[in-house]
């Protein structure tokens, strides 16, 4: 574990024992993603010893998912090889409801094996079920007593996609807000989980060097990318439905460009870092429905060539309707009408099936305000901070220089520093969400306004593509993404491509 991860033991803050009851146990996120994070803080002394997990799951007993719990860790998390010793202590800490969600004596049950722990019945409720029973399953907790934290904390978790536009996302927020406190809400964002990610917000703030140049005066736009070579695997349902804007940029990539845009908070708490955050989706220019098409691009996957081997386009990908105009890329232009930002613009564009696998924030800087050394040829190129998010985690600082000899003619220089060593292997993002929880600290966990506001930005592109009859298409494994470049226009350096 990294350095953060030493700190965060049983003699250093650990959170109290707790009873994590996860609802959809037996689903893909708690294999892949919920059980090996759970695992990893067990063996970190993350969790209290005390803890417990318990599982809810339909048609499951006891035994079959505690064999389907250390199939998981084998599968997804081969890299800790607990000990028999290690894992009869894990396990131990294994419990299942087996119960239908619809049903009510489900919950019954359920408040029936949470179990004192030091005295205090400290809950985390997990829903890693679809987003359709997000609504249902809080109402029953409420209905079960099961919000009440007059014994103990009890805190909900909930996963993206938060509602599916503004409206959806408002009766949601409605109806969580009418069974639990918002203290008590994290909705989860694995993204602001990744320890690049929180980098960022260390990198900005913690150096004084930065803060003179984090504005118009100097940054001629930001780019913040995600790209990816896979397809949409076994997510056909979910994105036929999603698609890319509201799989990523209203989620993920929204968070991340606040993170770069905000004003420094006060204090490093929850509702400081949070009051900024929402500031900047504020002061975010409205889009309006004339003009989408000059600031959002949608496009999809055909067929292709990835790593040498060919891949199927979107509309001939299992449970994907043959005329499906659900895009696969989308990118969209902002601007952010404030002091610090105005007219620069910030391009948040993501695509599935594209050349490389990278996450990138580039801060291109303006360009020298006189040609000094060439003034006939092409200006120098400007001066960028890319901060690579994955893979090969870290900053890297593109400069000129002069090129060696009898010239003075300029080169591109690149000074890297790696977010971390071969020593210092980076913490999982659940980890570092899960653990939070737990502690109550919700500083990486998005505000009920925040995910209103991010909705509302997104709510005319929406509109307009909810109605397309066609799409444009680009070849999988290339970057011939259609009508992209244009989103670039006036931009200093055009489009970045991750290298």
Same mark, same amino acid.
């Given at each position: 574990m990294t350095n953060e991860t030493s700190d965060r033991t049983l003699g250093n803050g650990h959170p109290?024992?707790?009873n994590i009851v996860i609802?959809?146990?037996?689903?893909?996120?708690?294999?892949r993603k919920l059980v090996p994070a759970l695992a990893r803080m067990y063996r970190a002394r993350l969790i209290h010893p005390l803890s417990r997990i318990i599982g809810v799951a339909h048609n499951m007993e006891q035994d079959a998912w505690v064999a389907m719990?250390?199939?998981a860790l084998e599968?997804?998390?081969?890299?800790?090889a607990f000990t028999s010793e290690e894992w009869e202590g894990f396990a131990a800490r294994l419990h299942l409801v087996c119960g239908d969600l619809a049903e009510e004596a489900t919950y019954t049950r359920v408040a029936e094996t949470l179990a004192p722990l030091d005295g205090r019945v400290n809950v985390m409720f997990y829903l890693a079920i679809p987003p359709d029973w997000y609504a249902r399953v809080a109402q029953s907790l409420g209905s079960a007593n099961l919000a009440d934290e007059s014994q103990g904390y009890r805190r909900i978790v909930v996963e993206k996609p938060f509602g599916l536009d503004w409206a959806s996302a408002v009766e949601l927020n409605r109806q969580l807000q009418g069974i639990f406190r918002e203290s008590q809400i994290y909705r989860i964002d694995h993204y602001l989980g990744k320890e690049s990610v929180q980098n960022l917000f260390v990198f900005r703030f913690g150096n004084s060097i930065l803060e003179p140049l984090w504005n118009r005066n100097y940054i001629d736009h930001v780019q913040i990318s995600v790209t990816e070579t896979l397809g949409i695997e076994y997510r056909a349902a979910y994105y036929e439905e999603?698609?890319?804007l509201r799989d990523m940029i209203q989620s993920h990539m929204m968070q991340v460009m606040t993170l770069v845009a905000m004003e420094p908070p006060g204090e490093y708490t929850a509702d400081a870092v949070r009051d900024e955050k929402v500031k900047v989706m504020r002061s975010i220019r409205p889009i309006q429905p004339g003009n989408?098409? %000059?600031?959002?691009?949608?496009? %999809?996957?055909?067929?292709?060539?990835?790593?040498?081997q060919p891949v199927p386009a979107y509309v001939k990908e299992p449970g994907v309707a043959p005329d499906s105009v659900k895009e696969t890329f989308a990118a969209v232009r902002f601007y952010i009408d404030n002091w610090r930002w105005q007219g620069v613009p910030f391009v948040l564009w993501y695509g599935k099936r594209l050349q490389k696998r990278a996450s990138e924030i580039v801060i291109r800087f303006r360009q020298p305000p006189h040609n000094l050394f060439d003034?006939?040829?092409?200006?120098?190129v400007a001066d960028a901070l890319v901060f690579r998010l994955q893979p090969d985690e870290g900053m890297f600082l593109r400069m000129n220089a002069k090129v060696p000899g009898l010239t003075t003619k300029m080169r591109r220089l690149v000074m890297r520093g790696p977010y971390a060593s071969a020593t210092e292997p980076l913490v999982e993002a659940y980890e570092t969400l899960l653990y939070d929880v737990l502690q109550g600290d919700a500083t990486l966990f998005?505000?009920?306004?925040?995910?209103?506001?991010?909705?509302?930005?997104?709510?005319?592109?929406?509109?307009?593509?909810?109605?397309?009859?066609?799409?444009?298409r680009y070849r999988a494994g290339s970057w011939d993404v259609p009508d992209v470049e244009r989103l670039f226009e006036g931009c200093v350096g055009g489009w970045h491509k991750p290298t």
């Open positions: 109290d024992p707790a609802f959809g146990a037996t689903g893909d996120l708690t294999k719990v250390r199939t599968t997804f998390a081969a890299d800790l999603a698609g890319a989408v098409d %000059q600031v959002a691009v949608a496009s %999809q996957y055909g067929s292709g060539t990835i790593a040498g003034p006939d040829g092409e200006p120098p998005s505000r009920a306004d925040e995910i209103e506001a991010s909705w509302k930005m997104l709510g005319p592109i929406l509109e307009v593509w909810n109605k397309r009859l066609s799409i444009d």
